[in-house]
C-alpha cells in the first residue's frame, strides 16, 4: 500500500469564502437541479456529472446505447442557465469547418466573410463522435484545450461559460472511428449510463403524455450564464488540503507503477497509466463536487466518488484485460485499495 505521511483527518480551514456565498452559490446550483429534474427522470449520476462539468469547465464523454436521454440531459442543462445550445451530429463525411467554422466569399463586397461554427456556442453536444474522422476529432482539439478557433489564421475566442459534451455508443463498431488518447484524456469525466428502472420509464411515458418535453413547455431558466461562470470562479476558492493533493498524486501515481503496488494479474493488464491530467481534474472535480455537497473544503470521499469518471478513460489496458473480461473498473477499485486514505 502507497503510504501517505500526512496527519489523519481533513478539517475545513478559512478558505475566504463567506457563508452568504457558499449560500447563493447552493442554491443556484439546486435551482439549476430542479430545472434539469423537470425534464430528466432519474439518471442521478448523469446529473451530477454534468453539473460538475458545468462548474469546471470541464469536457464530459458520455458512454451509452441509444435512448437513455443523453442529447435531452444536455438540453435541459443548457436550458436551465439559459446557454446556447448546439448539437453537432458526427457522420464519417462531416469536416473540421463544419464544426470550427469558415471563410465565405462575398460577391457583392468582393472580400471572404467568417462564418462561425456551431462550436461558438456555451454547451455543445457532439453526437456519436467516434463516428466522425481522425481529421474531425483533432479540429475539436484547440476547442476543448484552447477555448478558441483558428479560421482564416485569425483566432476567435469560444463563449463562456462553454462545455463540450461528446457521446458514443459503444455497441456499434461499424463505420466508428476510435478516439486517440490525446484527446480522450481532454475530456474530464467519463460516465457510463445504465437503463432506467422500471418506475423511472414509466414515468418518462407520463411526462412524455403530460407534454413535458413540448418547446412551449420549456421551464423557465434557472440562472443566467453570469450566474455560471461567478459559481465557476466560487468552485476554484473551494479549499484542497495537501494531504488531499498527495492522495490524488498517489492514486495517479499507481497507475503509472502498478507493478509495486497491485498484485501482478491485474498489474499486468495495465499498458499504460494516468496522465498528470488526471491529477488536475481530480483536484477540479472535487472541488465542485465539495460545493454540491454543501463544503467549502474537499475531502478524500469526494475524490474516491469520482475516481471511476475520471480514470476509466485514461488507464489504458492491454489485449489480455479484453480476453480475460476484467474491466477498467476492476483497475481503479484496485487502485483506491492500494493508497491509504489521509
Not at 20 to 39: C, H, Y
Not at 308 to 322: E, K, P, Y
Request: hydrophobic share 45%.
Amino acid at each position: 500500500m502507497l503510504q501517505n505521511t500526512a496527519a489523519t483527518g481533513i478539517e475545513a480551514r478559512d478558505t475566504g469564502i463567506e457563508a452568504p456565498e457558499l449560500a447563493r452559490a447552493q442554491q443556484l446550483v439546486g435551482s439549476i437541479i430542479s430545472s434539469f429534474e423537470i425534464k430528466v427522470v432519474g439518471q442521478s449520476r448523469l446529473q451530477e456529472t454534468l453539473v460538475i462539468g458545468l462548474l469546471t469547465g470541464g469536457h464530459v464523454l458520455l458512454e451509452s446505447v441509444p435512448g437513455l436521454a443523453k442529447t435531452t440531459a444536455a438540453q435541459a442543462l443548457a436550458e436551465s442557465v439559459s446557454a446556447d445550445f448546439r448539437r453537432i451530429q458526427c457522420t464519417p463525411d462531416l469536416l473540421p469547418s463544419d464544426i470550427a467554422g469558415t471563410q465565405i466569399f462575398d460577391a457583392a463586397k468582393g472580400t471572404f466573410i467568417t462564418q462561425l461554427g456551431p462550436v461558438h456556442a456555451n454547451i455543445v453536444l457532439l453526437d456519436e463522435i467516434n463516428r466522425s474522422s481522425a481529421k474531425t476529432q483533432s479540429a475539436m482539439l484547440e476547442a476543448m484545450q484552447e477555448r478558441q478557433t483558428s479560421i482564416g489564421g485569425e483566432s476567435y475566442p469560444l463563449p463562456e461559460p462553454f462545455l463540450v459534451l461528446a457521446t458514443q455508443n459503444p455497441i456499434e463498431q461499424e463505420g466508428t472511428y476510435r478516439l486517440p488518447e490525446a484527446q480522450m484524456d481532454r475530456f474530464m469525466l467519463k460516465d457510463v449510463l445504465d437503463y432506467p428502472s422500471p418506475a423511472e420509464e414509466a414515468e418518462v411515458i407520463r411526462r412524455i403524455d403530460a407534454g413535458v418535453f413540448r418547446a412551449a413547455q420549456k421551464p423557465p431558466a434557472a440562472a443566467s450564464r453570469d450566474d455560471v461562470v461567478q459559481v465557476q470562479e466560487l468552485v476554484k476558492r473551494i479549499y484542497l488540503d495537501p494531504a488531499i493533493i498527495r492522495y490524488i498524486v498517489g492514486l495517479a501515481y499507481v497507475t503509472r507503477h502498478a507493478s509495486q503496488y497491485l498484485e501482478p494479474r491485474l498489474a499486468d493488464l495495465i499498458e499504460f497509466g494516468a496522465s498528470p491530467r488526471a491529477s488536475i481534474a481530480f483536484s477540479q472535480a472535487a472541488r465542485a463536487l465539495a460545493l454540491l455537497n454543501g463544503r467549502d473544503h474537499v475531502i478524500p470521499e469526494d475524490v474516491k466518488k469520482l475516481a471511476h469518471r475520471i480514470l476509466r478513460h485514461r488507464i489504458v489496458l492491454g489485449f489480455d484485460a479484453v480476453v480475460e473480461g476484467v474491466p477498467v473498473e476492476t483497475i481503479i477499485d484496485a487502485v483506491l485499495a492500494s493508497v491509504q486514505t489521509p
